[in-house]
């Protein structure tokens, strides 16, 4: 209880039944009526110096102020300074831990900031660790204000790959893997303001949804591959690279577009003439983008179909050295399943492509691209794809905020594996927790996790069981113990479906499930995503008695944990089949202890609680009775 009282103290805003605005936020777990979302869409021009591996380019945003508030100043984030000597993000990074085992970062340098078309409108603009804050003169209107920032800036590539972004050298040849790579607008929102906390490393990322138009000009030997759809193939590609990525994208087997034997061989994969080329993308309706690019990619792609009938397409890229059916030569046949899989069982994909690149960065997600590392292999590789995929929809297109709340799009895409597995080649890998009960013995044999904790604020192996292994393992429960596949299943479905290219909170989640599967569900979620509650259920004692002329058994049950969940109670029989009842929540919510009587099918062997093993119940040596 005193562990409880302190939660509720410490961390009002994450209270379960905090009311929001309902014209914001409805009862019901959708958005309101009157639900508004700001918006930033982006027009992005840089080139790479590959000598200095530096980024040089001009970020157009133009931000659109949907709220009824006036904006007196904006928020952008500016991440690639965590890797400044002086950031927040270095001096909270132990000495073994992965950014101080980078080189090269130099954080971003602001070098020109305008209001586009109004230059007086700007007042100042502020650099504080990973934020950008923008003043105005004159504040940006409620309700369909508009204002486009002009920004100019230049950063160095981190190498080794820490906190996302980074290049490696491969087979003699450097990939780049590149990610908060220009600035991004904060989320303004009607429970916050503006979420501004510091990137720190382990919290992930909260962007505003908008279109990206982004260009990036690089010597001629260079392949780059991107969030969205490559629009000018014909100034980077030769005809015949662009002649296979069209065979790839109608085929249901894989496809090279630069086979292994052509890879880094620029005369076969490369146009003639110009020193440096511009790839020109774009993607509609995201809230990031990322890209990488190396001279010795080896290439392949498929097509993956949707529920539609339409056609997404997968692709592949990897140095030589990850070649081959072992390692990444199936990796365009793993993302084609996940796409296939998660668009069946929860929601299309939206996207045209998803593409996996394999590089010193990962494992980690952005809108229909993934880094992988290349030292994956086998299951390894399966698992990490897959995982990263599953991102695709949390938080790629139900925009939660990973930075705040890193267990529901951690959580959840951990969750959904455990069934992709079963369903890939008919379980040829096991996912992360496909071991159920050596999961729950994982929990419940570690210090007990609160995943409503920002995700920077746990240190070590505390971070994944908070936030990938507890909230999967809950949803697991929840959908196979708790509610049942059918009624599960919709209620999930539609929370994305309703959610899509927005941005929920924890309680949305909650109210939406509650509701759409009929069931108030408090007592789990507040047991399990907000407290460190445990379960501890007993057989007290068991007699025989004779009730209306009949021979029964009189059984005492007790909760030691303070975790409520419905019970399972088997009897075994020497002479018939076993027998299973349930006890529903509602006894262990107004009592500590429960008896009731039984008449038995045969003659009683014994009495087990929880004989499938769902619940994470700390003794279990007291769940059974033998006669």
Known sequence: MKTQLLLLLLFPSFLLFAQ????????????????????????????????LHEITGTALITYTNNSPQTLPYLWLHLDQNAFKATSRATAVTEVEEARHQSAGGTGIDIYDLQVEGDAARLDAFLVEDTRLQVRLNQPLAAQGGKITLRISYHFRVPEYGADRTGRTRENGAWIYEVAQWYPR????????????????????????????????????????????????????????????????????????????????????????????????????????????????????????????????????????????????????????????????????????????????????????????????????????????????????????????????????????????????????????????????????NSPMRNSSTYPDHYHGAGYYDAYYFKPAVGMVLLREYILGPQRFDYAFQTFIREWAYRHPQPGDLFACFNNAAGEDLSWFWMSWFYYTDWVDFAVSSVEEIEKDGQLQWRIKLKDH????????????????????????????????????????????????????RWLPDTKRQNNSWSN
Not at 591 to 608: M, N, Q, V, Y
Request: charge should be negative; aromatic fraction near 14%.
């Open 185 to 444: 607008m904060a989320v303004y929102d009607d429970l916050r303001g503006w979420n501004v906390e510091p990137y720190l490393g382990a919290g992930e990322f909260f962007c505003e949804f908008g279109s990206f138009d982004y260009r990036i000009t690089l010597p001629r030997e260079y392949i780059v591959v991107g969030s969205g759809v490559l629009q000018n193939s014909p100034e980077v590609l030769p005809q015949r690279l662009q002649q296979r990525l069209d065979r790839a994208r109608k085929s249901a087997e894989t496809v090279f577009v630069i086979p292994p034997d052509e890879a880094g061989k620029v005369a076969q994969t490369r146009p003639a003439g110009k020193e440096k080329l511009t790839w020109h993308f774009r993607m509609e309706n995201t809230r990031d983008v990322a890209w990488a690019c190396s001279r010795a990619f080896i290439w392949d792609a498929a097509a993956a179909t949707m529920p539609s009938g339409r056609k997404v397409t997968a692709m592949s890229v990897y140095p030589p050295s990850c070649a081959g059916e072992g390692a990444f030569g199936r990796s365009t046949e793993y993302l084609q399943g996940s796409l296939e899989f998660y668009s069946r069982m929860w929601y299309e994909y939206p996207f045209a492509e998803m593409v996996s690149v394999a590089g010193g960065v990962g494992g980690i997600e952005y809108p229909g691209l993934t880094f992988v590392p290349t030292a994956r292999r086998g299951e390894a590789l399966w698992r990490t794809t897959d995982h990263e995929v599953a991102h695709c929809w949390f938080p790629m297109v139900v925009g939660t905020n990973e930075r705040r709340d890193g267990w529901i799009d951690e959580g959840l895409a951990t969750f959904m594996g455990y069934y992709a597995a079963q369903y890939f080649n008919e379980g040829e890998y096991s996912s992360y927790i496909s071991d159920y009960p050596a999961m729950l013995e994982r929990l419940v």
């Open 561 to 612: 944990g303070n975790m409520r969940l419905p019970l399972e109670v088997r009897f075994l029989y020497e002479d018939a089949e076993p027998e299973t009842i349930r006890l529903p929540v509602e006894v262990w919510l107004k009592t500590r202890e429960w008896t009731f009587d039984h008449a038995p099918k045969g003659t009683l062997k014994g009495i087990e609680l929880d004989p499938d």
């Open 20 to 51: 929001p605005n309902p014209l914001y936020r409805s009862a019901d777990g959708r958005p309101g009526v009157a639900y508004w979302q700001n918006r930033a869409d982006y027009d992005l021009r840089v080139e790479l110096d590959t000598i």
